[in-house]
């Protein structure tokens, strides 16, 4: 499928989402997308297909942070197939009516707005449907510091500090971090886990 067809699938929507990163920030953006189960539905996946697997651009000649190993590239992330049908998450290829910035991920990222901004893969070049979880690049970095769900919990913190409140972009008083970041209709994909083990 190439970017133009996507592009096609549905009518672009702007979605006014939380954005809560793992280091304790916050601010709120307004994307223009729509959801990434568009996409899905059209690539007809098998009932084989547990997890999506999203691939991101590698090109250290463009990308000059790429050229030290910081990070194990390409970066990768993935979902669970019920994380990824959901409505809220949102295929994204635009911000603040224009059109997504390289730097924040054209010509595709995704965006999840009940779990940490890392999760939010930007610059996309693959998506594979896969059985088994797809390993991320910041699980792989510190698995005991980064989990595969990543899900914004105030009562999970991160092991060097807390994840009770957060700074808004602009102010000075930190907030109280809300359960998936505020997105309570996501809480059923999870009843029965123990999102202490699942971070
Ligand atoms: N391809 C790619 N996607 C990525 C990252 C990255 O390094 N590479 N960083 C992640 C992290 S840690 C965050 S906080 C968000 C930042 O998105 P923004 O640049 O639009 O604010 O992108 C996520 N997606
Ligand atoms: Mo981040």
Not at 22 to 39: A, K, N
Not at 53 to 75: C, H, I, K
Not at 189 to 197: I, N
Request: glycine share 6%.
């Amino acid at each position: 499928m190439d970017i133009d067809s996507i592009l096609k699938f549905a009518a672009p929507e702007e979605r006014i989402y939380r954005h809560r990163c793992v280091e304790g920030w916050s601010i709120v953006v307004p994307w223009i997308g729509f959801s990434l189960s568009e996409l899905i539905k059209r690539a007809q996946p098998t009932s084989k297909a547990k997890y999506v697997e999203f691939t991101t651009v590698y090109d250290p000649a463009q990308m000059p942070g790429q050229r030290g190993s910081v990070l194990q590239w390409p970066y990768v992330e993935g979902l669970r197939m019920d994380e990824a049908m959901h409505p809220l998450t949102l295929l994204c290829f635009g911000m603040y009516g224009e059109s997504l910035p390289n730097q924040d991920g054209a010509p595709l990222r995704i965006v999840v707005p009940w779990k940490y901004g890392f999760k939010s893969a930007k610059a996309i070049v693959r998506i594979r449907f896969v059985e088994k979880q797809p390993v991320n690049t910041w699980n792989v970095s510190a698995p005991n510091e980064y989990g595969f769900y990543s899900n914004v919990n105030p009562n999970v913190d991160h092991p060097r500090w807390s994840q009770k409140t957060e700074r808004r972009l602009g102010e000075f008083v930190k907030r109280p971090t809300l359960m998936f970041n505020g997105y309570d209709q996501v809480a059923s994909l999870y009843s029965g886990m123990d999102l202490r083990k699942n971070f």
